[in-house]
Each structure stands twice: as C-alpha cells, then as structure tokens.
C-alpha cells in the first residue's frame, strides 16, 4: 500500500543553519505531496505542497520538490530560525479520489540560538 | 476566533467507560475528517463526512461511532475505552478537495485510558 517514510528525529541546529529533512514515499499512482508542520500545542498547518512531478512547492523560506525518479520530496530551508521549531510531517493524498492524507511519522526540528 | 475547535483539550477517564469529543469549525467547510495520532507520532485517518454523510471510514473498531448533525458539527463518541485507545485525536475540515485548500486541524484531544 502507499506509504510514507520521513528520517527519524529530532534534528537539531544552530539559528542560521542549513536545514533538510528527508522525506520518501511509496504509491500505486501519482499522487500530490505535502509538507504540515504542528507548532507546540497546535493542530497541523500545510506548509507547502506538489501535485506533479519536478513542482516545487514553496512557504515561508522552504522548499521542497517532487522528485518521481527517486520518488522523494525533501524539505530545505537555507536559514533556520528559532520559531521554525515544530514538528514537521510528509504526507500523500490523491486528490478527487478519497482525498485522504496518507501521513509519514513526523520529525522534530530544535533549532537553537 | 478558532477555525477549528475541539473540546475537551484533555480527557483521562477509565477503561470501560463511553466518552465523546466534540469538534466544530466555523470556516464553512464541507468536509471534516477525524485523525488518531499515536504515541509515536503517526497519523492515520479514521473518518470523514461531507455534508454530514460517511465518506471514510477505516479500519476502526465500531466502537468509535462519528455524528454529524450539520456540516459544521463532527462529534466522536467512544465506547467501551480500552488502553489502546490513548492517542490525540485531531479534527480537520476542508473545502472540497484539499489539494487546493489543504486541510484546517483543531488543537487536538489528548485522550488517556488508564
């Protein structure tokens, strides 16, 4: 079944560091792709998404990009702040169909002064 | 004001007993989901209702029975809580297809069977 799969966590960092968290995905079709991200004590929030292949979604400094040949789709952000701490979450979905969120584990960033 | 509320934000009770979660939004969605999360973290969907009819349903035991009243309305009710239901459930909504809109959570319900 269609799955996905983020590195495990926490990641962390200095302000100011380069920031990537991999994230992996396993589908029968061709879905679109999607990075939440849940602040402490909050409900999730999109961040960014991609419904094709080689789209690059884009929020708030990050980025990522649908990657059908290594069926990827890794977050960056160049500059890490403090407030970027949260826990950020990969998912799946194929639109028009059950438009379900298939959701990876979640991986913790700390990013400290 | 919150665009998607859950209440209560905490329940502890005992295995056995029935319990319920309430969850509204006032963005004037027509699609709301419920999410377990797990102590791992993982998220997997349970329900979801638009215009209050069933769209989803997962594998879930049927002691976990969703009632949508309205469209703005998307209650859980839990009976016979078992251990293994103590998770943090999130509500979401959506107007209609979430690749366009993405979907608004609620804060979630830290629900604890002891």
């Known amino acids: 079944g269609d799955s996905v799969t983020q590195m495990e966590g926490p990641v962390t960092l200095s302000e100011e560091a380069f920031l990537t968290i991999n994230c992996t995905y396993t589908a029968t079709g061709y879905p679109s792709l999607f990075w939440y991200v849940q602040y402490p004590g909050e409900g999730l929030q999109l961040l960014l998404k991609a419904t094709k292949a080689d789209d690059k979604g884009s929020n708030k400094g990050f980025e990522a990009t649908y990657r059908k040949e290594t069926t990827s789709f890794h977050l960056e952000k160049g500059s890490v702040q403090v407030s970027d701490s949260a826990v950020y979450f990969c998912?799946?979905?194929?639109?028009?169909?059950?438009?379900?969120?298939?959701f990876g584990t979640g991986t913790r960033l700390q990013v400290f002064p | 004001d919150t665009a998607v509320s859950q209440t209560p934000k905490y329940l502890v009770t005992q295995m056995g007993n029935d319990k319920s979660i309430k969850c509204e939004q006032n963005l004037g969605h027509d699609t709301m989901y419920w999410y377990k999360q797990d102590s791992k973290k993982f998220l997997k969907i349970m329900f979801s209702?638009?215009?209050?009819?069933?769209?989803i349903n997962e594998t879930v035991p049927n002691r976990f029975s969703p009632k949508s009243p309205d469209k703005a309305h998307l209650n859980l009710h839990i009976n016979s809580l078992e251990l293994g239901d103590s998770a943090v459930y999130f509500c979401?909504?959506?107007?209609?297809?979430?690749?366009?809109?993405?979907?608004?959570f609620g804060s979630g319900t830290r629900l604890t069977v002891v």
């Open positions: 209702y638009n215009n209050k009819e069933l769209i």
């Open positions: 998912a799946l979905s194929y639109p028009y169909n059950t438009d379900k969120l298939i």
């Open positions: 979401a909504s959506s107007q209609g297809s979430q690749i366009s809109y993405g979907y608004t």
